[in-house]
């Protein structure tokens, strides 16, 4: 297992006042221990669909024949989706340098995740973009998805436009669910007509839940990555959750503290990974968690943090404002990593500690630091640490914090897995659309 995981700093017996009580630590134990076993069961006995994912082959080999026609002659690939259909794919797509500051894509091609619905950006994108070049993934499990329909659209109305009318089946792509009938899909009624291969999205697996199907492992096959392997990583959380003793298992002890900060009025939630890549993994984890646990009533907000850079905009709240936050500090192994800092530099701009330094061991230290900066003004703080980075590591973070979150869903007594509050927007938005 490649992640390791410490939450002793969020005890009171650790840090004082502003920690949990042992009480409350202990009775959260004993409920997500209950809810380890209900999930453990429906491992067994295959009802939930997301846990077979880790171990499943069969669709690796359609993914990776698909996304090699996709690259095939293009430049840019414009993925439209939203929510869960995108952010999965792009907490993976930063391991290709994807949206990194400074950092083009590892293999040259250009992929744009459209996934905020903005007319003046998805315009000027649809205009600038050379058309023969460019390939379009649509992607909606319900296929009703109203902005990437809209999207889709224009799509095809641009490929139009550039004489490419007949050749829209080698221009763009889809996933969505399967016709059930007595349901029309609108995504597959509007793209089937020009021939458009479409893969299936898993009936069973929501949108938020999805990075480990074709909706996240598709686009991370055009940017090269090794989809096997993110499965794989996968895989090892679901071997940690299957040890006779769960307590050990790092989605256990996150539900745990989680679980205890809500009950003791803790009800904010603040991810902060130190590392450019983890960015896009904190956005995907705040629709995970809010869209999971928000109900009935009960739930924490999540809040995504960079560092070292939000250190600089946020330490001040964390750490003289209420204490109403549990804080998860993710840090990667980085230390003798970067540029060299020569002795001479550092000594002129009076810093002689930076010289024969890397640019890495400050970042470590910087982690190291925050952590200890919590832990001495009384905020809990649990720490997650990686090794490394790659496509196996990531797997099997994402499945720990899928985990996570069921388990607190069936701990607190709510379903994790529907969103009964979010559709009510969205008719509105059709009905407001339609009166003009």
């Known amino acids: 297992m490649s992640i390791e995981q410490s939450i002793d700093a969020t005890r009171a017996s650790k840090i004082g006042k502003g920690g949990l009580s042992e009480a409350c630590i202990a009775t959260a134990f004993h409920d997500v221990g209950a809810a380890a076993e209900k999930l453990r069961g429906q491992i067994r006995d295959g009802s939930l669909p997301l846990m077979a994912l880790p171990d499943d082959t069969h669709d690796l080999a359609e993914i990776r ?46 992929v744009h995740f459209m996934d905020n619905l903005d007319p003046l950006t998805f315009g000027r994108v649809i205009d600038t973009l050379p058309m023969k070049t460019t390939r379009f993934i649509s992607i909606s499990k319900s296929g009703g998805t109203g902005e990437t329909l809209m999207q ?108 205890a900060a809500m009950r003791e009025g803790k009800n904010i939630s603040v991810m902060m990974g130190y590392g450019d890549r983890f960015e896009k993994l904190a956005r995907w984890w705040v629709q995970l968690w809010a869209e999971s646990l928000g109900k009935d009533g009960q739930g924490s ?87 490394k980075l790659d496509e196996e590591t990531l797997g099997e973070l994402l499945m720990t914090l899928m985990i996570e979150t069921i388990l607190t869903g069936y701990a607190m007594g709510v379903d994790p897995f529907d969103q009964p509050a979010v559709e009510e927007a969205k008719i509105l938005a059709k009905k407001y659309l339609a009166e003009g």
């Open 152 to 259: 889709t659209c224009v799509a095809i109305a641009a490929l139009e436009k550039a004489d490419l009318g007949k050749r829209i089946a080698k221009h763009l792509f889809a996933i969505t669910e399967p016709e059930k009938p007595g349901k029309t899909n609108a995504l597959r009624a509007l793209t089937a007509p020009f021939g458009v291969t479409t893969l299936e999205h898993h009936t069973g697996v929501g949108g938020r839940y999805s990075v480990l199907t074709n909706v996240g492992l598709l686009p991370a096959a055009v940017m090269g990555l090794k989809i096997a392997a993110i499965r794989k990583g996968a895989r090892a959380a679901l071997t940690s959750l299957a040890r006779h003793d769960t307590s050990k298992a790092p989605a256990v002890a996150g539900a745990v503290v989680n679980l």
């Open 301 to 387: 907000q999540p809040v995504a943090a960079l560092g070292p850079v939000d250190q600089h905009s946020q330490q001040q709240l964390y750490l003289a404002g209420p204490r109403d936050k549990l804080f998860t500090v993710l840090t990667l192994d980085v230390k003798d990593t970067g540029p060299k800092i020569a002795k001479p530099l550092a000594k002129l701009c009076n810093e002689p500690d930076f010289g024969g330094k890397r640019i890495g061991d400050l970042v470590a230290a910087q982690g190291r630091a925050m952590i200890d900066t919590f832990i001495r003004n009384g905020r809990p703080v649990r720490h997650i640490h990686l090794g």
């Open 65 to 110: 024949d698909l996304a090699e026609e996709i690259v095939d002659g293009a430049k840019d690939v414009v993925v439209l989706g939203v929510g869960g259909s995108a952010l999965g794919a792009k907490t993976l797509a930063q391991l290709a340098d994807h949206d990194v500051p400074g950092l083009a894509p590892r293999n040259g091609l250009r």
